[in-house]
């Protein structure tokens, strides 16, 4: 066998590999579970209530105020490595996430003048 | 210890964020004047274009964050492209924006916010630049897809255009962390010093992996099942769009990653480009045939026009020169001109029909012979017909193809040369149905296209044209983009 053809060995291999992982995470399931089928069991398990009829209450605004949290989400994210290099970085590291905020604070304005923030 | 950063060279992407910034404040606090934004960023854009030149002109080649960013004439070169893509995709998207019941503002900065991600992505030589240059291209069409929000079919486009886009960012990802376990490093220079030891088999999954997620983005068969219900769902600017600017996008990433990362592997991707390419342009073309609405069929076309760039990509290995890597930025550059400019007279011409079904341009040779001739030269250069700019697209390709020599490569060729063949079929029913058939009853309300949509058909019939007339024009900058590397 070739070079060429062991190196696409190795792609048909890990192919292999995971749909026999697939098939014998199923397969040992399927053996060692005991089986007593009721009807209850067959509808789609939604966190307790009923899938089906019962629509939830929530209020699609909190959905636009999930979003915004991301907003402030990604700030964090960024400014806690920031803080830890920012004795070397000095003026110059100030100066770029003072630009990053006001960036990201672009989207909180989109969102106050498009009138997101009202809760009416 | 400031990290070193040459503004000159990054001056593209901060007149282009500029941009962005100044088209959404513009867009909240003066909503009363709703071109002011299109012609904001359409200034921006063009902005942009001065620094690529000057940069050109000045030609030191500049490696900025540990060489993970890089502006040299590669880079430039499709800078370029993509700004100039973009200036004509704003210019056909001034009438459909403003006519449709869409939010105006919004749709210029998510398009321009994409651009941003291309023009990154020209000089990004680590996998992780290239990862987040990708996020910033299609993140934004993933909305743009979806902006005829009242219409299900936009929805469903956006849908399967994200649900597809995560999946191929997943798998993409996979590989890139194989890569970065097995070389020990994202920066696409020390992938390269890796692969030419001696790697492990496993190593070629990785470059599997990776190559199929981008396949996924250039929407090579058999990664292609999101692209024709996506382009023919979303708004007709945004499609135009999506099949020149993104999918060229898709194809510098490919290229930055094979020819900077993966080139001493050849054995592992040459294999798997060689089918992705036989397979987009056979499939492609042959779901062409059967197509009755014409954004469809260019779906197809693009995905067949895809294998073909894949082409000279299939063979890049065995080429010495850099003749392979020259007829890629060769052919997306005439590509980007053809399509763009058939795109733009279908725009045209279904704001009188508001129609796309290729029945709908039956005898548009006696209702309106300045656009139905504008079409037949675009078709007949997508199908590569001399004198015009096609047939040196697919010249470029023969060229790389004989350069190598290998007989995979003349196999390729033969296939190529075969769709080029079934190709010529469906393009040419269009023109057929334009000159030869009966025009349809004659629909109501017509809406004139603008200047601007006129400029756009201009700009791209005259590169289309003259560059078939003078291909040297590309040739030379193709070279240009390569003479270093």
Sequence with gaps: MTEFYREYLAVAVLIGAALALVGLMLGVGKLIRPVR???????????????????????????????????????????????????????????????FILILVLGLVYAWRKGVLRWA | MNPVIDY??????????????????????????????????????????????????????????????????????????????AYITLLVSFDEIAD?????????????????????????????????ALETISIP?????????HDTKSNEAAIKYFLIGVLSSAVMLYGMSLIFGFANGTKLSVISEYSAGSPPALFAVAIFLTIVGFAFKVSAVPFHFWAPDTYEGAPLPVTAFLSVASKAAGFVALLTIIRFGFFNSSDSWQPLIWV????????????????????????????????????????????????????????????????????????AVSRRTHSTEISSFAGLGRVDSVNAVMLSLFMFSLAGIPPLAGWFAKFVIFRAVFDAGTTAAVVLGVIAALNAVVAFFYYSNVVRRMWFDEAPEVVSSPRPASVALTLAIGITVVVVVVVGVYPEVFARLGQLAFASG
């Design chain 1, 37 to 99: 089928p009721q009807a209850d069991k067959y509808i789609t398990y939604e966190a307790g209530s009923d899938p089906v009829g019962g629509w939830g209450q929530s209020n699609v605004r909190y959905y636009v105020y999930a979003l915004l949290f991301v907003i402030f989400d990604v700030e964090a994210v960024f400014i806690f490595p920031w803080a830890v290099g920012l004795e070397p970085l000095g003026i110059f590291g100030l100066v770029e996430m003072v630009v």
């Design chain 2, 8 to 85: 000159h060279a990054l001056a593209p992407e901060i007149v282009l964020s500029v941009t962005i910034i100044l088209c959404l404040l513009v867009d909240l606090f003066i909503p009363d004047r709703p071109r002011l934004v299109p012609q904001l960023a359409s200034l921006g854009v063009l902005a942009a274009i001065i620094p690529v030149l000057t940069l050109a002109v000045s030609g030191t080649d500049v490696s900025m964050f540990g060489g993970a960013f890089v502006v040299d004439n590669y880079a430039l070169a499709f800078d370029g492209l993509f700004l100039v893509v």
């Design chain 2, 100 to 132: 449709g019941d869409y939010y105006g503002g919004e749709y210029y900065v998510l398009l321009l916010t994409s651009v941003l991600g291309m023009v990154m992505m020209a000089s990004s030589r680590d996998l992780v630049s290239i990862f987040i």
């Design chain 2, 141 to 149: 069409t993933f909305v743009l897809a979806g902006w005829r929000k």
């Design chain 2, 276 to 347: 992705l390419a036989a397979a987009s342009m056979t499939f492609g073309n042959l779901a062409a045939l059967r197509q009755t609405n014409i954004v469809r069929m260019l779906a197809y076309s693009s995905i067949a026009q895809g294998g073909f760039i894949l082409v000279p990509l299939a063979v890049a290995g065995d080429v010495s020169g850099p003749s392979a890597w020259e007829a890629v930025l060769v052919y997306l550059m005439i590509y980007a001109a053809m399509n763009l400019g058939a795109f733009a007279v279908v725009m």
